[in-house]
T-cell receptor
Framework: DVKVTQSSRYLVKRTGEKVFLECVQD?????MFWYRQDPGLGLRLIYF???????EKGDIPEGYSVSREKKERFSLILESASTNQTSMYLC????????????????FGPGTRLTVL | AQKVTQAQTEISVVEKEDVTLDCVYE???????LFWYKQPPSGELVFLIR??????QNEISGRYSWNFQKSTSSFNFTITASQVVDSAVYFC?????????????FGQGTRLTINP
């Protein structure tokens, strides 16, 4: 079974703090993703990575950065947390391949519910 | 632009009723994939199904079935004889091959509550 783990289920931080959210997958997937989930908005892509040290902006990258130093680990960084970044953060991973059943399906971690006070 | 619309924000039914979750999508691409995910109260999104744009066959998996109609750009999900364990938020998602890099576009989600 694909396993995607996230470092914390719940996190409370103060405005201005630097926040690190960690994600690890154990299936040797090339692609990794960070989303945020807000009521009524569904999931929105923040950043994704298709290889070590590679990253691309998603739809809402402002206020975030990412790091992928190892294939299995993808970190989301909030350089200076703000209250509007209070949200549920979901990490996902997938194989690189196109067109093959289940190879490009994204598998998700349990999520981190971040509250910024 | 790609878009997925789940018009039903919340649905509540009594156990054993059948329920259909609607999903309408927009894309200009001819090659794309559609997905359904389930998010139970634990928070983790669970993959349910993936369909490609060339395969309009309906699919059934136990009590779950999916109706894909390109003519109406819809990919609806039906749960037959619903159970309390089906209570969750369900997301429909779209991925276009041409957009590259595996980007998924999600609908807003439908919160399904099955009452005993």
């Amino acid at each position: 079974d694909v396993k995607v783990t996230q470092s914390s289920r719940y996190l409370v931080k103060r405005t201005g703090e630097k926040v690190f959210l960690e994600c690890v997958q154990d299936m040797d997937h090339e692609n990794m993703f960070w989303y945020r989930q807000d009521p009524g908005l569904g999931l929105r892509l923040i950043y994704f990575s298709y290889d070590v040290k590679m990253k691309e902006k998603g739809d809402i990258p402002e206020g975030y950065s990412v790091s992928r130093e190892k294939k299995e680990r993808f970190s989301l960084i909030l350089e200076s947390a703000s209250t509007n970044q209070t949200s549920m953060y979901l990490c996902a991973s997938s194989f690189q391949g196109f067109g093959q059943p289940s190879t490009d399906t994204q598998y998700f971690g349990p999520g981190t519910r971040l509250t910024v006070l | 632009a790609q878009k997925v619309t789940q018009a039903q924000t919340e649905i509540s039914v009594v156990e054993k009723e059948d329920v259909t979750l609607d999903c309408v999508y927009e894309t200009r691409d001819t090659t794309y994939y559609l997905f359904w995910y389930k998010q139970p109260p634990s928070g983790e999104l669970v993959f349910l199904i993936r369909r490609n744009s060339f395969d309009e066959q309906n699919e059934i998996s136990g009590r779950y079935s999916w109706n894909f109609q390109k003519s109406t750009s819809s990919f609806n999900f039906t749960i037959t004889a619903s159970q309390v364990v089906d209570s969750a938020v369900y997301f429909c998602a779209l991925k276009s091959i041409l957009q590259g890099a595996q980007k998924l576009v999600f609908g807003q989600g439908t919160r399904l509550t099955i009452n005993p």
